[in-house]
């Protein structure tokens, strides 16, 4: 093949060489971002369908019917699954926050229609995931967060009720929060939402193909009669590739609302369910390819898999001194916050404890403490999501979870009064220039070539330190120039 400047076996050796610097996808070391079935014959029938669609464009379902026939039965396979009833329509997006932004453009657009004027407003608890902040940002709400419960993360249904309001267009709620894994209270907020003519959202990106299988829980799903939308990503517990998740709306006039079609311009009409136009329709064969192999039988059975591995893991870490779980989770996920209810030099500081265990080759999540609106502050904690993987290295990740802890016991958590004293002059953290928020992270450390330090907890403090928006300005520059042409 002359023409190929670079051989393709060397183009590839390449690739696996950068591939080998990557967070191992596979194996359960990493309990965030990936979901890892443990089946290496479904990855493998996922690659097989992606390679058999990888020519097609998913932007045109009549020219490319395949599209059409692999989508109407996801979506029949999910809806089923959140027992919606024939009213309940959908599209398959390219991820949850794809979901998440249609479901709020079309409520905005409802909203609207309805006779809304001004400023929409999106009502959520703190714990509603940050998709929601994009799709305020974006398509230009108000975002109004209710705080929620400071030591379990749980959300008064009452104390959001109080806040709907005829601005308010759609109120969204999770099942669970990806934060604290909280299941919201969905029928009771629904039937306030209901009752006010208000949309409502339940956002079950993460939980909305697992906690079918999970046993008894209060109602969640569309046998709630005020949900109008609901998401679910197939690319976490649907176990499929990145690129695909489910919107899902209750009443076809609704739902029509999220769709844009022109035929003012002189090419082809343009009818778009979702945001893009031209698309792959990789992610939707290799969903469609999973969902049919595994059905119901095979979800559930993967779904019993992570229930074990939680409640497992809930037990361990449940027993480490030092250390508490947030709330009561509901699925596969997780949060750990440091035990207050013990002695300073008994406490376990969870962002030390998830770099320890980083050390030992597990990559838990850290997440940032926060302020709420009424003056409350959630804790900062470390995240883990558990996958059908997890089962089969419990013992291995069990006993480095306990070690970490007891490694780190007694050393408290970086100060972020300390931290601020330790950094360079932020002069007054104004709008910043890229080069001068290149410098400020020169400064601390962190303009190198991207690749974070091996201690996590300092530059959480840090985040936690700084006011948000020169926070989100410097993370902002970090990202830019990893990917700056150079
Ligand atoms: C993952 C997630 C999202 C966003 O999904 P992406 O697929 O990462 O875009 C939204 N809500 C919840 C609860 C999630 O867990």
């Not at 945001?275 to 095979?298: C, F, R, T």
Request: aromatic share 6%; net charge negative; proline share 7%.
């Amino acid at each position: 093949m002359n023409q190929f400047q670079t051989p393709p076996e060397e183009i590839l050796a390449r690739l696996q060489q950068l591939r080998n610097a990557d967070a191992p996808t596979h194996g359960g070391h990493v309990l965030s971002y990936v979901y890892d079935s443990g089946l290496a014959e479904i990855d493998e029938l996922a690659a097989s369908a992606i390679r058999m669609v990888q020519p097609v464009n998913g932007l045109d379902p009549t020219t490319f019917s395949s599209v059409a026939v692999m989508e109407h039965e996801v979506l029949g396979f999910v809806r089923s699954l959140l027992h919606g009833d024939t009213e309940v329509v959908g599209s398959v997006t390219t991820g949850g926050t794809e979901s998440c932004l249609l479901a709020v453009k079309t409520a905005r657009d409802n909203w609207r229609a309805r006779g809304g004027t001004g400023r929409p407003r999106l009502l959520a608890p703190t714990t509603v995931h940050a998709a929601f902040h994009k799709a305020a940002h974006y398509l230009d709400l108000e975002l109004d967060l209710v705080p929620v419960d400071p030591t379990t993360g749980t959300l008064d249904a009452a104390a959001l009720a109080a806040r709907m309001a005829p601005e308010v267009a759609l109120v969204v709620v999770s099942a669970p929060s990806y934060p604290f894994a909280a299941l919201d209270p969905v029928a009771e907020v629904a039937a306030e939402a209901l009752a006010r003519g208000i949309d409502c959202h339940v956002d079950a990106c993460i939980g909305g193909l697992v906690l079918p299988f999970w046993g008894t829980l209060p109602d969640w799903d569309f046998r709630v009669a005020g949900v109008t939308s609901m998401s679910a990503d197939l690319h976490k517990f649907g176990y499929a590739p990145k690129g695909a998740s489910v919107l899902l709306q209750r009443g076809r006039d609704r739902q029509r609302t999220q769709y844009f079609a022109t035929t003012q311009w002189p090419g082809y009409p343009v009818v778009n369910p979702t945001m893009l136009g031209s698309k792959s329709a990789g992610a939707l064969a290799a969903s469609w390819a999973i969902v049919e192999a595994l059905g119901e039988p095979g979800f559930a059975k993967l779904a019993r898999s992570c229930a074990l591995s939680t409640l497992a893991l809930i037990e361990v870490i449940g027993d480490i001194e030092g250390l508490r779980i947030v709330g009561t989770p509901v699925g596969p996920l997780l949060a750990v916050a440091t035990d207050e209810s013990v002695p300073a030099e008994r406490r376990v500081d969870p962002h030390h404890w998830a770099d320890q265990v980083r050390g030992a080759g597990w990559l838990l999540q850290l997440q940032p403490g926060l302020a709420q609106s009424d003056g409350t502050h959630l804790p900062h904690t470390t995240h883990l999501t558990i996958t059908p993987v997890t089962e089969s290295v419990l013992a291995d990740l069990s006993a480095a979870l306990v070690g970490a802890a007891d490694a780190v016991r007694g050393i408290p958590a970086v100060s972020p009064a300390e931290v601020l004293a330790s950094l360079p002059d932020l002069g007054g953290g104004g709008a910043l220039d890229s080069t001068s928020a290149f410098e400020l992270l020169t400064a601390l450390g962190l303009g190198g070539d991207g690749v974070l330090p091996d201690r996590m907890a300092p530059l959480l403090a840090i985040m936690e330190a700084l006011p948000a928006p020169l926070t989100e300005r410097l993370l902002t520059e970090l990202l830019a120039r990893l990917v700056e042409p150079r």
